[in-house]
């Protein structure tokens, strides 16, 4: 399994998330089976199949979640450069299609948030831009067409 990149906001919220999945959501769904059952043959129980199907759903996250947080690499500020894009870094860069200039965190993609500024380091932008230097220029393979973007300042 490749490593994680989070925040330590993100790895937060992943906990977090983990606790309420542990501690309400999976004993929520244990009781509905429990009533579920009491309603008898369970081959023609709507309310049982649903609340299995539920359980599953939350083991599947609860494993998931496991996974992330086993496999995760929490990025801290302090250990970023700022010679050179990496994950983690906000990057300014200078867009010569329209004419602007933009903002993007290079994040890990659980908390990828284009609308927001927070992008992947595993999309085609944020893969582009690793390793990139103020100055330079790089083309991106978007939905959209070839991009090209100057990197006009890094920071961490």
């Not at 086993?70 to 983690?88: A, P, Q």
Request: charged letters at 35%.
């Amino acid at each position: 399994m490749e490593k994680t990149f989070l925040t330590p906001e993100g790895k937060k919220q992943l906990e977090e998330r983990l606790l309420e999945l542990k501690t309400i959501k999976r004993p929520e769904v244990t009781k509905k089976i429990g009533i579920a059952r009491e309603f008898g043959d369970l081959s023609e129980n709507a309310e049982y199949d649903a609340a299995k199907e539920e359980q599953g759903m939350i083991e599947a996250e609860i494993a998931e979640i496991e996974l992330k947080l086993r496999n995760c690499e929490v990025i801290n500020k302090k250990d970023l450069s700022t010679s050179k894009v990496s994950v983690g870094s906000i990057v300014k860069l200078y867009d010569e299609a329209f004419d602007e200039e933009i903002e993007y965190q290079i994040i890990g993609s659980t908390e990828s948030d284009p609308l927001k500024g927070l992008i992947s380091n595993e999309s085609p932008v944020g893969k582009a831009l690793l390793g990139k230097k103020k100055g330079e220029t790089v083309e991106v393979e978007t939905p959209a067409g070839i991009t090209t973007y100057k990197v006009l300042a890094i920071r961490a």
